[in-house]
């Protein structure tokens, strides 16, 4: 049974960090592509950003770059997304993502591409 659980979410002021986790099980890991997705009270999910099955293709939404970094170390099945200069607007519930792929280099923030989800973690930003 495919399991993706998510951890590290929290509330924080604005400036401020977080590294949310997400770890899987019942899953090939580095047959993934992983992506980090975000949704807010009262408006559709959006992709955060997402990382390949080798780590060497990342991707961006433009409201969070220069502010988080997606990473993954295949050795412990784990998926981060640090984030920094926090604000308001990214308060929202943080969901991890697992998709199969062939392909080394690619990922997507489309959530079509994801077929396994976790329950996702509250990141809360306060002004």
């Known amino acids: 049974q495919v399991q993706v659980m998510e951890s590290g979410g929290g509330l924080v002021q604005a400036g401020g960090s977080l590294r949310l986790s997400c770890t899987t099980s019942?899953?090939?890991?580095?047959?993934?592509?992983m992506g980090w997705f975000r949704q807010a009270p009262g408006k559709e999910r959006e992709g955060v950003s997402c990382i390949s099955r080798s780590g060497g293709r990342t991707l961006y939404t433009d409201s969070v770059k220069g502010r988080v970094t997606i990473s993954r170390d295949n050795a412990k099945n784990t998926l981060y997304l640090q984030m920094d200069s926090l604000k308001p607007e990214d308060t929202a519930m943080y969901y991890c993502?697992?998709?199969?792929?062939?392909?080394?280099?690619?990922?997507?923030?489309?959530?079509?591409?994801?077929?396994?989800w976790g329950q996702g973690t509250q990141v809360t930003v306060s002004s």
């Open positions: 993502a697992a998709g199969p792929t062939l392909n080394n280099y690619y990922c997507s923030l489309s959530s079509a591409i994801f077929s396994n």
């Open positions: 019942g899953l090939t890991f580095n047959n993934y592509a």
